[in-house]
Every structure is written in structure tokens, then in C-alpha cells.
């Protein structure tokens, strides 16, 4: 602090008024929530009481968001069984559209026009369709091909046959193709970004080192386009957990599927959505913490000091607190 | 060592390279100076094949870049052929090009491990002795974005190094410096020169030039306007392009 003299001078720090109105404004809502949220209210269920030949009714006290039945429901068979199969096809079909999206990326960077005309097609035509289309294509491709044969056209050249599409080709496995080939346009574009992202002299230098191309791809450049490619991929990757909910529309009983296949018989819809949404969140989180620590460590190298991880922020808070107490009495902050 | 003879080189219609002649012997130093757009850099990315020539005729070691004659034709070099033959050619840039995600040490050993197939271990000893002898051996660990600019150089030049080229090629490797950390940078090239390396260096530095090099060729325009013995070359120059040049940068 510059004391200019004996006497340091008190800095008054300035006012935020505006902010004041601002966490006043949200305490209001936030208290609306959790009041709407966890006070029973009384329902048109009646409760009739008779106390010394008097007889008193009152509604019922009810969660408005009824937390018993999402209680009963949460971890429910069906419910489960569900989430299995939402988590089976998140984790399947971003894996094929991971892949898929890599080769189709470095294809359209190829100097082969033929290779990077074919990604570009693939990446419009499965860009340029809806999934919902792409979903319901594949769960009734049998019907397109009864029976499904790879061989040179106009010939009677087969290399493998397969009978009775519809039976062999379950619902899963289509909807994790479609899923997977919608992903895989998408997820080129991300690989495309993060491999353009690479500075050329990252190339250059590993050329000049004698590798070959593919060599510098797989050593050098990839490995740096990471960085730039998590952060949307941990995007996709949350929006096809929730994306694959339209397998329910193929009769595929994952989450969603299953929790509206049970408020179809009981109607309790919005208990059993509540059901839903919460799994879906959970999934959500787990899935960003995984991201958090994935970015961390493709950013090795290219910042001086990594940023610290939630843990060691709270530590460091934590530490700021307190030593902003022990040296309340004392002088406080560092003296020039 | 290396034999430049006619060589063109065009960008979208404009000619970089209007026929350019070139001798570097073994273990000497050359350095090419010139204004920038002279083709320096083109002519020093031609010499590992970085850049095609579209005309003339160039040899390292006696052998064609990036082709091969046979029954009076040119075959191209398939890729593979070409990155053996560069893997003898070590090449420090202008901005380092060390590879961010890695640590120093695997910067140095990568080359070494990925194309000359050299065991692990080996290529870490060797990598450390080169380090040593860059002055950088405490350093392994550090990313190359927690070092400065003369200290990443340094180790450019320590992994150009470990691929134990026969011939060294420099595009103005003090050109992204600070002032006060080109010295380290050019201690280190000096050194080299000393061992017996062959050298060809792209440079502003006159000072190196006049020092370090065996011949000086000015390039401008695409063509060699003088070369020759530094001292005559750098204080008695013939061409009056040159002498400008000079005037300029001394």
C-alpha cells in the first residue's frame, strides 16, 4: 500500500447497488422454487375427520411434484433396465461416430479429391436428414431388403449374404447405426476444426524428421487437435444421451421409452418424467467431470500451468478464508 | 554435399526461384542472405524436399531430391523413400516448431524412437547428451511453453541433432528472438560449424555470417546476385543490389 507518509490510507471500496436488487431478485425466485418444489399442498382428495359428532373435511396434503411415486419409481426394474439401454447406446453409437468422424475428417483433408468427395457427401446426406428419419430408416431397413447381399453389381459375386433382415437386424443394433452414422458427419466436422486447428509448422517439423504422413497425424497432430476437439465432443456426447431417446419411437425401451410405457398404464406422467430427468442429469454430471479431467490432460503443454481441478480450487478457497480470518487482527495483505 | 544446379521454383505463377546454382562441401558453412521475398527460405525447403522445384536439377549427397533417374526419366520418390532421405537432413525454423504437447525430452527422442526405430532407452541417453551439449539438460521435464524463445531453439537444434543428420539446414533461426538470446542460439551453431557439421544457414545475422561461414551467396529476386568468401563478399561486395542490401542491414 502506498502510504505517502506515515498514515495508510483507507480505500473504500466501490458500492454495487444494482447487484444488491440483482441477488435479492434471485433469492425471491429461488425461495419460489423451493417452496413450490418440496411444501405439500392440499389436494381434491378429501380427508374427513369426526371429533365429538363434528365432521371436518380438508384436501389431502400432497408433494405437487408427488417425490413418494418418483421415489417408488427411481429405481424401479423397468426404469433401470431403461437406463442400461440409454447408456449402452450413447456409449456404442459415439464410439462409431467418433471413429467414423476421424477417418471421415482426415479423408476430406486428403489431397485424394475421389476420398474427400465421398466424406464431404457423407457428412451433407447424414447431416442433411433428420435422426428421427435416419432411426426409423434403419429399425425398418427389412423392409427395403428382405434380404441382404455384398457382391459386385450385375454379377452373381456375393461376398456374404444375410437372410431374413428383419429377424437378424434387432432394434438395437439399428438404432446404434443410425445413431452412430447421424454422429459420425457431425463428430467430422469437430475432428475437421481440431485438426486444422494444428499450427503447419507442428507438420513441417515432423516431416522434416524424416515421418511420413500418417506417422505425423498419429504422433503430432492428433494428439494436439485433442484439445480443441474434447470440448465439443463432451457436447455431443451429452446430447445423444438425450438424443437417443427417440429410439423409444421404434418401440426401444430405454429410459425415456420406459418411463412413458409406465405413465401409459398409471398415468402419473409427470412424477415419472421427473423419474427421467433426474437419471438423464446424473448421467449428465458424471459425464462432465470425465470431460473436465480429459481436457486437462490433452492440455499438457500448452499452458504454462494447468488450471486446478475443482478440489484444489475449494482446498485454495478454503485456505483463503481462512487466512483472510487469522490476519483480520493483524495487518492484512502484503505491505510494499 | 550438396549441388544446386537451374533450380525453378513457382508459386501460382510466380517464380520464386529463377534458376538458382549452389555448391556446399562437406563440413562447410554456407549462409544464404538476402531482403525477404528473395527465396532463401524456398531454396533451404527445396534442399529436404519440403518444397517441390519444378525445374533443375538437385542433389544431396549425390543423390536427386525427391526423384530418381532412371532410363533418362524422373520417377517421383513415393512418400516412404522421401522421408528416409530426409530423416538424414535435420531443419531448424524460425519459430522452433517444437511439439507442444510433448515434454523436451520426448521432443528429442520422438524422431529417434518413430523413424530410425532406435530402442527407447538409447534414444533417452543420447537425447540427454544432446541436451548437455545445448546446455539444456535440466530442462527435460518442461513443456516447450515454459521456455523462452533462445531455450526452445536450443532444443529444436537438440532434436534436428539426434536424427544424426549429415547436413543441417537453418531458416532464420534467430529471427524470432529477443535481442539479448539470439547470442545462446548462435553459440550453439557456432559450435556445431566447429565439429564439422555441414551447414546451410538462412540469416540477418552478418555478424555469423562473416564469422561462421565458408561461402555467403546474396539471393534477390530469385537469382544469386554474388557469392563468395564473407569477408570479401560482406565488405567489398561487387553487385550494387548488395551493397544497398548491406548499407541497410549493417
Redesign the interface.
Known amino acids: 500500500m502506498d502510504t505517502n507518509g506515515d498514515v495508510a490510507v483507507k480505500v473504500v471500496p466501490v458500492r454495487h447497488v444494482g447487484r444488491w436488487f440483482g441477488i435479492a431478485g434471485v433469492a425471491l425466485f429461488v425461495a419460489m422454487l423451493i417452496h413450490t418444489m418440496l411444501f405439500k399442498v392440499s389436494s381434491s382428495t378429501k380427508i374427513c375427520t369426526v371429533a365429538r359428532g363434528v365432521r371436518t373435511c380438508h384436501g389431502a396434503l400432497v408433494w405437487r411434484f408427488q417425490w413418494d411415486i418418483v421415489g417408488q419409481y427411481f429405481t424401479s426394474s423397468e426404469v433401470l433396465h431403461g437406463l442400461v439401454i440409454t447408456i449402452e447406446l450413447t456409449v456404442v453409437s459415439m464410439i462409431i461416430g467418433i471413429v467414423l468422424g476421424m477417418l471421415v475428417a482426415v479423408m476430406r483433408m486428403s489431397p485424394n479429391r475421389v476420398l474427400a468427395g465421398v466424406a464431404w457427401t457423407y457428412t451433407w446426406f447424414f447431416r442433411g436428414t433428420p435422426v428421427l428419419v435416419q432411426i426409423t430408416f434403419w429399425a425398418f431397413i427389412g423392409a427395403l431388403y428382405p434380404h441382404l447381399s455384398f457382391g459386385i453389381p450385375f454379377t452373381h459375386v456375393a461376398f456374404f449374404h444375410v437372410r431374413n433382415v428383419n429377424v437378424t437386424f434387432t432394434t438395437l443394433e439399428a438404432v446404434i447405426v443410425a445413431l452412430g452414422l447421424n454422429e459420425g458427419a457431425y463428430m467430422s466436422e469437430i475432428a475437421r476444426a481440431g485438426l486444422i486447428s494444428v ?1 503447419e ?2 507438420i ?10 500418417r ?1 505425423s497425424l498419429r ?2 497432430v492428433i ?2 487437435a485433442m484439445r480443441v476437439i474434447i470440448p465439443p465432443t463432451g457436447n455431443e456426447v451429452i446430447s445423444m444421451l438425450k438424443t437417443s431417446s427417440l429410439a423409444s419411437t421404434v418401440a426401444l425401451l430405454e429410459l425415456f421409452g420406459a418411463v412413458s410405457n409406465i405413465s401409459a398404464q398409471n398415468f402419473e406422467i409427470m412424477p415419472l418424467l421427473i423419474v427421467a430427468s433426474i437419471w438423464y442429469l446424473l448421467v449428465t454430471t458424471v459425464l462432465s467431470i470425465g470431460q473436465f479431467y480429459l481436457e486437462r490432460y ?1 492440455a ?5 500451468s494447468p488450471p486446478p481441478t475443482p478440489i484444489q480450487r475449494l482446498k485454495r478457497d478454503i485456505w483463503g478464508v481462512a487466512s483472510k480470518f487469522r490476519t483480520k487482527r493483524g495487518v492484512p495483505g502484503v505491505s510494499a | 554435399m550438396v549441388e544446386v544446379r537451374g533450380v525453378h521454383k513457382s508459386y501460382g505463377g510466380i517464380e520464386v526461384l529463377k534458376g538458382v546454382d549452389l555448391t556446399v562441401n562437406r563440413s562447410e558453412v554456407t549462409c544464404l542472405i538476402g531482403p525477404s521475398g528473395s527465396g532463401k527460405s524456398t531454396l533451404l525447403r527445396c534442399v ?1 524436399h ?1 518444397e517441390k522445384h519444378d525445374a533443375g536439377e538437385l542433389r544431396v549427397d549425390g543423390e536427386l531430391v525427391g526423384y530418381e533417374a532412371k532410363n533418362g526419366k524422373l520417377y517421383e520418390l513415393t ?2 523413400r522421401v ?2 532421405k ?6 531448424v ?1 524460425q ?1 522452433f ?7 523436451v525430452l520426448d521432443n528429442v527422442t ?2 529417434q524412437t ?3 526405430h532406435v530402442d527407447r532407452e538409447k534414444a533417452k541417453v543420447k537425447a540427454r547428451e544432446l541436451l548437455a551439449r545445448v546446455g539444456l539438460d535440466a530442462k527435460e521435464k518442461h ?4 521456455l523462452s524463445g533462445g531455450q526452445q531453439q536450443r532444443v ?1 537444434i537438440a ?2 541433432l539426434a ?1 544424426e543428420p549429415k547436413l543441417m539446414l537453418f531458416d532464420e533461426p534467430t529471427s524470432a528472438l529477443d535481442p539479448e538470446l539470439v547470442g545462446e542460439v548462435l553459440d550453439v551453431m557456432k559450435d556445431l560449424a566447429k565439429s564439422g557439421m555441414t551447414m546451410i544457414v538462412v540469416t540477418h545475422e552478418m555478424g555469423f555470417a562473416r564469422e561462421v561461414a565458408d561461402t555467403v551467396y546474396f539471393l534477390d529476386g530469385g537469382v544469386i546476385e554474388e557469392s563468395g568468401d564473407p569477408q570479401k563478399v560482406l565488405t567489398a561486395p561487387t553487385s550494387e543490389r548488395l551493397k544497398i542490401f548491406l548499407s541497410k542491414v549493417l
Open positions: 499450427d509448422g507442428q513441417e517439423a515432423a516431416t522434416s524428421l524424416g515421418m511420413t504422413r506417422q504422433l503430432i494428439p494436439q490433452f499438457r503443454g500448452a499452458l504454462r | 529436404n519440403l512418400d516412404k522421408c528416409e530426409r530423416s538424414h537432413i535435420g531443419m525454423f519459430r516448431n517444437l511439439f507442444q504437447h510433448l515434454t520422438i524422431g518413430q523413424v530410425k513443456y516447450p511453453a515454459q529444436a532434436r534436428a536424427m
